[in-house]
């Protein structure tokens, strides 16, 4: 769309390997907005973690292969130069990672770390880059950030180590801000507070966010659109209302079923998905979701299904079930979604 402040098209990423093939990102499209928080959620293998790297150029090696089109100010950051990524990487697009003990460097001192980010895009001083690492530090709730500043990560909590790294993230107020796993070994707590801190960011410096996750809780809770992805594949897309109140996919209904609800029985289990994800390796013909779906029909092997529209308000699903079979198989299955207690 024009008013997009970066577009992936039909991105696909494959890796050579000694085992074959990998097809970890298979045509994945979406949009983002500036302000806007789209969500990518999925399971473990799922291709989320791959996509963000791959829009940062992380993924870049002489086994990787590409297609499609990610557009960002006019330049396609596939078909980017180093000097180019660069430029971008750190001062308009920036990422979190997931774990903020192996992405913060052990022998160096955590101001040093975001000072050096803005050196690396800006012609200030050693002086004026440590004060804004110490504000930034501020901004980011952690206490006595004059002392902080020349603290080691080991010296740091986990709650303080991601908020370090959400600093150093934001240190050149970029422009887009890719969140990978950002609460993972995080308690409960701690989760809220790296949440809220990140949408009172996010709202201050007009950023746009992409959260990768698989805690659908906090999709609920931050998130303006989701991108529903699974072995490689984008297999829903659409507003948080429309994921979480009318889910289109048989997967998505597994997802948002396994989600405690308010009103359930402590005493029951909670339902879960039935088999594991398939390898990116050897994905099964037609639909990768079929050999775990119990709704799975005679010609969801014969080719993967096409995205089909929803609704004329950006809401898309690819499965073979038509409307009336979900509607049939959904009002069997119970109520699914934020109306089952989720929100």
Excluded at 266 to 285: C, V
Excluded at 327 to 336: L, T
Aim: proline letters at 6%; one cysteine or more.
């Amino acid at each position: 769309m024009s008013d997009a402040l970066l577009s992936v098209e039909d991105l696909r990423v494959r890796f050579r390997t000694e085992d074959g093939v990998v097809r970890a990102v298979d045509g994945v499209s979406f949009d983002l907005r500036a302000g806007e928080v789209l969500a990518i959620v999925g399971e473990s293998g799922s291709g989320k973690s791959v996509t963000a790297q791959t829009i940062m150029g992380l993924t870049r090696s002489p086994n990787a292969e590409f297609e499609g089109r990610i557009a960002y100010g006019g330049i396609d950051l596939l078909s980017a130069s180093d000097d180019e990524l660069r430029d971008i990487r750190g001062e308009e697009i920036s990422m979190i990672f997931q774990d903020p003990m192996t992405s913060l460097h052990p022998v160096y001192r955590v101001g040093w770390q975001i000072a050096e980010i803005v050196q690396a895009h800006h012609r200030v001083s050693r002086a004026e880059a440590r004060e804004r690492a110490i504000e930034m530090l501020r901004q980011v709730g952690i206490p006595q950030p004059e002392r902080r500043v020349d603290n080691y990560p080991h010296e740091f909590s986990g709650g303080m180590r991601q908020r370090a790294m959400i600093a150093m993230a934001l240190a050149n107020s970029p422009r887009i801000l890719i969140a990978d796993e950002p609460t993972t070994a995080l308690d409960v707590t701690i989760q809220a507070q790296i949440m809220q801190l990140l949408a009172r960011l996010k709202d201050e410096l007009d950023s746009a966010v992409i959260l990768i996750t698989h805690d659908l809780g906090i999709v609920a809770e931050v998130a303006d659109r989701v991108l529903v992805m699974y072995a490689g594949m984008p297999v829903e897309v659409g507003s948080t209302d429309q994921v979480f109140y009318d889910p289109q996919h048989p997967y998505t209904w597994g997802l948002l079923g396994s989600i405690a609800r308010v009103d359930q029985d402590l005493t029951e289990r909670l339902p879960s998905i039935a088999g594991s994800p398939p390898s990116m390796l050897a994905r099964p013909e037609g639909c990768p979701f079929r050999p775990r779906c119990p709704h799975e029909l005679a010609h969801c092997l014969e080719l993967p299904p096409l995205e089909r529209r929803v609704d004329d308000q950006g809401h898309s699903d690819r499965c073979w079930l038509t409307p009336e079979q979900k509607r049939e198989r959904r009002m069997v299955e119970g109520r699914i979604g934020l109306e089952a207690g989720v929100a």
